[in-house]
Nanobody, 124 residues
Framework: QVRLVESGGGLVQAGDSLRLSCVAS????????MGWFRQAPGKEREVVAS????????YYADSVKGRFTISRDNAKNTVYLQMNSLKPEDTAGYYC?????????????????WGQGTQVTVSS
């Protein structure tokens, strides 16, 4: 059974940092590219970042470049999202996902497996 379990979300103030984790099971983690997405109430889901099987290269949405860092530990079947200098507009549910094809998660239809999400709320 495929599972992606996110953790690390919470309520923080603007300027704070959070690190999200996503532990994968039920599939061969190292063969999949991984990504983080987010969805705020009333808005469409958007890609945040993605990472190749080896960890390089990576992709970031313009809105998070320079503030967020995606990484992975294939030995632990885990992908991380380090979020620094958080802003109120970063408030959303954050979801990790896995894809067998491309490390660019901004392509249409990306995502074979999805987690249930973790909430991040940034107060001003």
């Amino acid at each position: 059974q495929v599972r992606l379990v996110e953790s690390g979300g919470g309520l923080v103030q603007a300027g704070d940092s959070l690190r999200l984790s996503c532990v994968a099971s039920g599939f061969t983690f190292m063969r999949y590219t991984m990504g983080w997405f987010r969805q705020a109430p009333g808005k469409e889901r958007e890609v945040v970042a993605s990472i190749s099987r080896s960890g390089v290269p990576t992709y970031y949405a313009d809105s998070v470049k320079g503030r967020f860092t995606i990484s992975r530990d294939n030995a632990k079947n885990t992908v991380y999202l380090q979020m620094n200098s958080l802003k109120p507009e970063d408030t959303a549910g954050y979801y990790c996902a896995a894809d067998r094809r491309t490390w660019r998660a901004d392509v249409e239809g990306w995502g074979d497996y999805w987690g249930q999400g973790t909430q991040v709320t940034v107060s001003s």
